[in-house]
């Protein structure tokens, strides 16, 4: 089985548990990372056209068209697209939704997007420059890349401990062995957007707020999100 059918497959497994988890309509960068009303990376998208890569159950999808965004979600999985079709019905908000691959989305034409934006779903690409030139790609000039992806300092730590499980400096698994993920340093990811032809204008690395909610969680333990930033997005222009 190829890297993406097997990725596939492992979101089509867990994705009933995924979309209970309480994902909020607003632009989200990752678990207790203040959201875009906050930070303001990216500004007004009142007639944008918008495409959110590995746009899941369609929430954030749902919030630039809410705030007057033209929006396309591309998504791997046939469940969170069937999911975020029938959420955005609800939110009686017009968006196309497209089951396939951010690795290639030949469906969207060169040049036509305004934005090109995703939220903690590149953990996922085998190959991120491919991504990052098929995003240069679908952007207008002077068009904006922002992203959000795990810190990849975040999964180099045990949840329970806090040691240092796995090197920063060799790309790899990102904590969960059952699952195919691919963590790469800060700099491999600012030279990928480079050699793609992106200026990168900014990196945030916020501070996650903890909620109780989370207190049973494995994955996230208070120390850890209180010494180390779960979340890392970068602002990148065409
Ligand atoms: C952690 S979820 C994030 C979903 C959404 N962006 C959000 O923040 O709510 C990661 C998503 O990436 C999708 N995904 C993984 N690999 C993908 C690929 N090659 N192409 C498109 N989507 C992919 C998964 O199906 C899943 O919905």
Known sequence: MNKINRIKEEWEGRSEGYLKEYNPIEIDYGPGVPNENKLNIIGSVKNKKVLDLGCGGGQISIAF????????????????????????????????????????????????QDIVFSSWAFLYSPDLKQVFKEANRVLKNEGLFVFSQDHPFFHCFGNND??????????????????????????????????????????IEPKSKWYARWKDEKYFNKKKIEMLPTTIIFKARK
């Open 65 to 112: 068209a809410k705030k007057g965004a033209k929006v396309t979600g591309i998504d791997l999985s046939d469940k969170h697209i069937e999911f975020a079709k029938k959420l955005a019905k609800k939110h009686k908000v017009k968006i196309l939704f497209e089951r396939g691959s951010f690795q290639k989305f030949p469906m969207i034409k060169s040049k036509s």
């Open 162 to 203: 806090l040691e240092i499980k796995q090197s920063y400096l060799k790309s790899g698994s990102a904590g969960n062995p059952n699952f195919m993920a691919f963590r790469r340093t800060i700099s491999e990811i600012f030279n990928a957007l480079k050699e793609s032809g992106f200026n990168v204008e900014k990196i």
